[in-house]
């Protein structure tokens, strides 16, 4: 059984580029959220997917988007950077998107760093 | 809307001392509480959650409802406890996918 991986671990982007991140769930896990986490805070909610939908959004413009793909991986695209998005963006798989029914297990982040 | 604070940024206690790690949330349902646990150079792990009641790695956390608090506590910390703590609520209804994440305490057991 192999955990969630994300890719890539670090990376640099300009002030108005387009980013994408990926997700690979862990085995069996339909659901993936995503978070970003700002330095020396915790974790804030951006979505989650659930079978290839978007099943909850927390407070982030709609410049944030996402996808999910069959075999239930997840991408995160972020539209005309800000300096404000530089921040570790985490990936959790689960087995259900109902937290209190199930465990979130996270991906190791990737740093993302806006010039 | 939910909301959870850790007062404390850094915590530092010597080996074999009480640790308390303070929780307090904001919530006008029954929300579910959990601590995770970021040990250095390792991703972002759940430690216990107050349902199950469970003490895991010695830790133990108690839901207060009355003073809406989640404390995390350890009679005797070891060194290997030193790591990022963070106390997460999950809401009911359409807020149950999400977790909302206090700021985080960091743990630090000298020896």
């Known amino acids: 059984e192999t955990g969630v991986t994300q890719s890539p671990t670090h990376l640099i982007k300009t002030r108005g580029q387009q980013v994408t991140l990926r997700c690979s769930s862990q085995s069996g896990h339909n659901t993936v ?3 970003q986490q700002a330095l020396g805070q915790g974790p ?3 979505f989650q997917y659930y079978r290839e939908e ?5 407070n982030f413009p709609p410049r944030f988007s996402g996808l ?14 800000e300096l404000d998005d530089s921040a570790l963006y985490l990936c959790a798989s689960s087995l259900a998107p109902t937290v209190r029914n199930t465990e979130a297990f996270f991906g190791q982040g990737t740093r993302l760093t806006v010039v | ?5 850790q007062p404390e940024k ?5 080996k074999g001392a009480p640790v308390e790690l303070k929780c307090n949330y904001s919530y006008s349902g029954s929300p579910e509480l959990f601590w995770y646990v970021q040990y250095s150079r390792q991703r972002l792990q759940l430690l216990l959650r107050h349902i ?7 830790f133990t956390a108690d839901l207060n409802k009355g003073e809406t608090s989640f404390h995390l506590k350890k009679p005797f910390a070891q060194e290997e406890d030193s790591a990022m703590y963070y106390c997460a609520l999950s809401g009911g209804n359409n807020a149950g996918n999400m977790l ?6 960091r743990l630090m057991v000298k020896p």
């Open chain 2, 52 to 58: 199950s009641r469970e003490s895991i790695k010695g």
């Open chain 2, 100 to 105: 909302t994440f206090g700021g985080g305490t």
């Open chain 1, 68 to 81: 999910q793909f069959p075999n239930y991986s997840s991408e995160l695209n972020v539209n005309a950077l």
């Open chain 1, 44 to 46: 804030q909610f951006i």
């Open chain 1, 33 to 35: 959220s995503w978070y």
């Open chain 1, 54 to 58: 978007e099943n909850g959004r927390g």
């Open chain 2, 1 to 5: 809307a939910q909301r959870v604070t």
């Open chain 2, 10 to 14: 850094l915590l530092s206690v010597f």
